[in-house]
């Protein structure tokens, strides 16, 4: 078990770019969720997978952000033509039903960090 | 919609020492679930506790507990002996079975050698 991991760790765009990010989640996890993390606040829920279904997305996620969990296991984040708001740190944790001794506790990774000049 | 709150955005501690950071949340559901995770700087978030709604017994692990009042809504975290590597933002978070964390606006604890 090597727990989340999120590629890349930061990344550094112009504005009006397209920035993709990966999650990558603990192999055995069913749900992965994507949040936002602004600077000195608390995560804000993006979207939530179980398994390849894209199951709920946030109000927060507008028509610039897609996310996608193909083959159930890895997925990837995309913002499209990139704003100054959209800086943030871009977190993505994962759980399962089944752990035994602490049911859909989510794992996070080390999230990625984006700035948009 | 759920709605979690956290009125300390900041407090200190001397090592050693018993601290409280305080957590309320507002929500209709009867089954849920409320957490406090830690974020160290430039380290990723970790669960320190966690509590079920149905639960009537408090939750401890080690050196932290954390004082659950369902009819209040009030989820309080408490750290006894104060360790210098528990300095980090404490986030509550609330759950619903399966589905999105809320999370409140978080503590900045500082340990104070």
């Known amino acids: 078990d090597t727990g989340v991991s999120q590629d890349p760790r930061h990344k550094i765009t112009k504005r009006g770019q397209n920035v993709t990010f990966r999650c990558d989640p603990i192999?055995?996890?069913?749900?992965l969720y994507w949040y936002r993390q602004t600077l000195g606040q608390g995560p804000e829920f993006l979207t939530y997978?179980?398994?390849?279904?894209?199951?709920?997305k946030s109000r927060l996620l507008s028509d610039r952000f897609s996310a996608e969990r193909p083959k159930g296991s890895f997925s990837t984040l995309e913002i499209q033509r990139t704003e100054q708001g959209d800086s943030a740190m871009y977190l993505c944790?994962?759980?399962?039903?089944?752990?035994?001794?602490?049911?859909?506790?989510?794992?996070f990774g080390p999230g990625t960090r984006l700035t948009v000049l | 919609a759920q709605t979690v709150t956290q009125s300390q955005p900041e407090m200190s501690v001397q090592e050693a020492e018993t601290v409280t950071l305080s957590c309320t949340y507002d929500?209709?559901?009867?089954?849920?679930?409320l957490f406090w995770y830690k974020q160290p700087p430039s380290r990723q978030m970790i669960l320190v506790i966690r509590?079920?709604?149905?639960?009537?017994q408090n939750a401890t692990e080690n050196r932290f507990s954390v004082n659950f009042q369902k009819a209040a809504k009030s989820f309080s975290l408490k750290i006894s002996d104060s360790q210098l590597g528990d300095t980090a933002m404490y986030f509550c978070?609330?759950?619903?079975?399966?589905?999105?964390?809320?999370f409140g606006e978080g503590t900045q604890l500082t340990v104070n050698p």
């Open positions: 978070a609330f759950m619903t079975s399966g589905s999105r964390l809320t």
């Open positions: 944790a994962s759980s399962t039903p089944k752990q035994p001794q602490s049911p859909n506790e989510q794992f």
């Open positions: 509590q079920e709604a149905y639960k009537q």
């Open positions: 929500t209709s559901e009867s089954n849920y679930y």
């Open positions: 997978f179980q398994n390849e279904a894209q199951l709920e």
């Open positions: 192999s055995e996890h069913n749900r």
